[in-house]
């Protein structure tokens, strides 16, 4: 880590890590990459009043494993508290940022708050989440998350788009074209041995090309398994970096469909869509994949 991270941050980190006590331990380092970044990004949550979960805080981060999502909030909530001492923000406290993290899909909260808030082992179900949702308004309701990132010498999470004009000038680029020689093996290929692309669990039972949704979107290659469903988007090995982006984002669209597609059979099946391709991908768009947490298989060729 470089030497310019806020002394507030080290000492938490510092702290956090001889505090540690068996189960999952993490290292320094590790720690103090997380939680810059893991404060980061729940500042800009509580700055746009929403909820997150354990998923999108791994993926902001970087790790992209909904288990280790907490791993930097014992230190966030040390930075915190080393703030408040200094009363730099006025006599009053800060809130507790973490409270916003709640699992994906449930009307629920960390047992890491356990910890910091003891009266809440107290209550019953119903009363520790009414006791939640009046940190997590609080946090809402404090107005300088934004202002303590700069004291700290953090900032938000990069801005990973390009921008209107970027997207407005791809898009006037684009237009409906015939799939090239090498577009059509690599579907094919993968179409043969989906395994050749990306692990799947379940036996499989079915793959296809072309596989048409009542959107009338149409996915390049899918298999289905008895465990999961998963769509494979295809970008050819010399698919600029704009359309690899958009492959990214026809992923997103893709696994959506799955699940509607899923949903509407009344079948309960894991869904997912891989983006394979031909070349690697580049440097600029691996945070944006991870972010979004979109798997991705890189120089995939076919082998007969």
Excluded at 210 to 229: C, G, M, N, Q
């Amino acid at each position: 880590m470089k030497s310019t991270v806020d002394h507030r941050i080290i000492q938490a980190v510092d702290e956090s890590v001889s505090r540690q006590n068996g189960g999952r331990r993490i290292g320094k380092e590790k720690l103090l990459c997380y939680t810059g970044p893991t404060l980061s990004f729940l500042a800009q949550c509580a700055t746009a009043q929403k909820l997150t979960n354990y998923t999108e805080v791994s993926r902001a981060i970087g790790i992209n494993n909904p288990q280790w999502a907490n791993a930097a909030f014992a230190p966030v909530n040390r930075v915190i508290q080393a703030v408040v001492k200094e009363r730099l923000f006025g006599a009053g406290s800060i809130p507790d940022i973490t409270s916003i993290v709640t699992q994906k899909g449930k009307a629920s909260f960390g047992r890491g708050l356990m910890y910091d808030h003891e009266d809440l082992a107290k209550l019953s179900h119903a009363e520790q989440l009414a006791r939640v949702q009046v940190l997590r308004d609080d946090v809402f309701r404090w107005p300088y998350w934004l202002q303590l990132l700069a004291l700290l010498g953090l900032k938000p999470l990069d801005d990973l788009s390009l921008g209107e004009e970027e997207l407005a000038r791809f898009a006037s680029q684009s237009y409906a074209r015939g799939k090239s020689p090498e577009h059509q093996r690599m579907q094919e290929c993968i179409r043969e041995n989906p395994l050749a692309a990306a692990k799947l669990t379940g036996i499989l039972r079915y793959s296809a090309c072309e596989y048409l949704f009542w959107s009338l979107d149409r996915l390049d290659v899918i298999a289905k398994t008895d465990d999961e469903w998963v769509g494979f988007e295809v970008k050819p090995s010399r698919s600029p970096s704009d359309e690899i982006r958009k492959g990214i984002y026809q992923a997103i669209k893709y696994q959506a469909l799955i699940k509607a597609d899923l949903l509407e059979r009344g079948i309960v099946r894991r869904a997912r869509c891989v983006l394979v391709c031909g070349g690697s991908l580049p440097k600029e768009l691996r945070s944006l994949s991870e972010r979004f947490g979109i798997e991705v298989r890189e120089n995939f060729t076919c082998v007969s």
